[in-house]
């Protein structure tokens, strides 16, 4: 049951919703690219194109959403990671605990498991952790994509 409330939490809604998570299409997507490059390795001679809805999706869009998703992940792992380093001195923060709290902030869920589940809440947690949850909920908010974009020079120059 705690598997599928959290593969939940990550899918979260679907296209345009205003729920947090990769978000249906992307998982979608990323799940057809992977059946493709499996199907490529065993039976290079087929090429097919990715459609979706009817629509064929290129290889940038594949490129951008396997991105995405894996960004995400590689996010939830480096903020459980964070979190944990942060809440050292609590006995409080396991594993779970970490994972879920990266979790629930990234994709805009709400609560997580074990002590950040029903029973208890965010309170418990050192300042310097909520500020750092904060990020990770300005950055599940935004999705990853906008904030990375912050940190290009490019960006900066205006050009």
């Known amino acids: 049951a705690k598997a599928m409330i959290i593969a939940l939490m990550v899918v979260g809604g679907s296209a345009g919703s205003t729920a947090g998570g990769i978000k249906v299409i992307r998982i979608w997507i990323a799940l057809k690219v992977l059946w493709g490059e499996l199907e490529r390795f065993f039976r290079p001679d087929v090429i097919r194109p990715l459609k979706v809805s009817g629509h064929v999706i290129d290889h940038e869009q594949k490129l951008n959403v396997v991105t995405y998703v894996l960004g995400t992940f590689?996010?939830?792992?480096?903020?459980?990671?964070?979190?944990?380093?942060?809440?050292?001195?609590?006995?409080?923060?396991t594993f779970t605990?970490?994972?879920?709290?990266?979790?629930?902030?990234?994709?805009?869920?709400?609560?997580?498991?074990d002590a950040v589940g029903a029973i208890?809440?965010?309170?418990?947690?050192?300042?310097?952790?909520?500020?750092?949850?904060?990020?990770?909920?300005?950055?599940?908010?935004?999705?990853?994509?906008?904030?990375?974009?912050?940190?290009?020079?490019?960006?900066?120059?205006?050009?």
């Open 74 to 93: 590689l996010l939830l792992a480096v903020g459980a990671v964070i979190i944990m380093a942060l809440e050292a001195e609590t006995s409080d923060c």
């Open 97 to 113: 605990t970490a994972a879920t709290t990266s979790l629930a902030t990234i994709c805009t869920v709400g609560p997580g498991l």
């Open 120 to 159: 208890r809440n965010y309170a418990w947690f050192t300042d310097t952790t909520k500020i750092f949850l904060c990020f990770l909920m300005l950055v599940g908010r935004l999705e990853v994509f906008v904030i990375l974009v912050l940190f290009q020079p490019r960006f900066w120059r205006g050009g």
